[in-house]
């Protein structure tokens, strides 16, 4: 079975700085990868996801992350953080081959706060 | 982009009542419907996965008697919380996969047991 990790629990930055949220997963097989914002009070929000091709994945908002298969890594970036920003990130993982029919296996997020 | 509905977005019930929460995929089909529970500051936790036409599958810990899903079509999915207890109150996602749109989330809906 699959399984992610999110080490970062709980981030603080100062708006500008530059993010990186880490994720890896474990998987024996070809994954499909996502990352979800989840803003107070609001639901679950796809940000960017990874199917194939291009390793380095950009989504909305000025968020990217890149797959490194090596390290068995996604990790969520940004350039430059605005408050707006503050919000619950969270990685998830389903297995490529049977996708649509496999669940989503979520990391514990990370919490993210902008401090303007 | 893919929607997907979910209502309520409330609900307050009293202890031993039953809640029906319904979950619509708007703009396309979705053959597996996926039911998930967050608590406080917590990540989602998968309960079940719903296949249109066919028994829920259900998570080890998770009481199918009490948590009834039903997928009768290929739009809707509803969770049934049966005889509900405090221990119930929780934030309920679903959540629909659909090939060209990924896993799209419902609002969720915040259960409170009274």
């Known amino acids: 079975a699959q399984s992610v990790s999110q080490h970062n629990h709980h981030v603080i930055l100062s708006e500008a700085a530059s993010l990186e949220l880490g994720c890896n997963y474990s998987?024996?097989?070809?994954?499909?990868l996502f990352w979800y914002v989840q803003y107070p009070g609001q639901h679950l929000q796809l940000l960017l996801k990874?199917?194939?091709?291009?390793?380095l994945v950009k989504g909305i908002k000025g968020f990217e992350a890149e797959f490194i298969k090596s390290k068995f890594s996604f990790n969520l970036r940004k350039p430059s953080v605005q408050w707006s920003d503050t919000a619950e990130y969270f990685c998830?993982?389903?297995?490529?081959?049977?996708?649509?029919?496999?669940?989503?296996?979520f990391g514990t997020g990370t919490r993210l706060t902008i401090i303007p | 982009g893919a929607v997907v509905s979910q209502h309520p977005s409330r609900v307050i019930c009293k202890s031993g009542t039953s809640v029906k929460i319904e979950c619509r995929s708007l703009?396309?089909?979705?053959?597996?419907m996926f039911w998930y529970r967050q608590f406080p500051k917590q990540s989602l936790m998968l309960m079940a996965t719903?296949?249109?036409?066919?028994?829920?599958?259900?998570e080890q810990g998770v009481e199918k008697d009490k948590f009834l899903i039903n997928h009768a079509s290929l739009t809707l999915s509803t969770l049934t919380v049966t005889s509900a207890h405090p221990e119930d109150s929780s934030f309920y996602i679903c959540?629909?996969?659909?090939?060209?749109?990924?896993?799209?989330f419902g609002s969720g809906t915040r259960l409170t047991v009274v």
């Open positions: 959540s629909a996969a659909g090939f060209r749109y990924g896993y799209t």
């Open positions: 998987y024996g097989g070809t994954v499909n």
């Open positions: 990874y199917f194939s091709g291009d390793p």
């Open positions: 998830a993982v389903t297995p490529a081959s049977n996708f649509g029919n496999e669940k989503l296996t």
């Open positions: 703009d396309f089909q979705a053959t597996t």
């Open positions: 719903s296949n249109e036409g066919s028994k829920a599958t259900y």
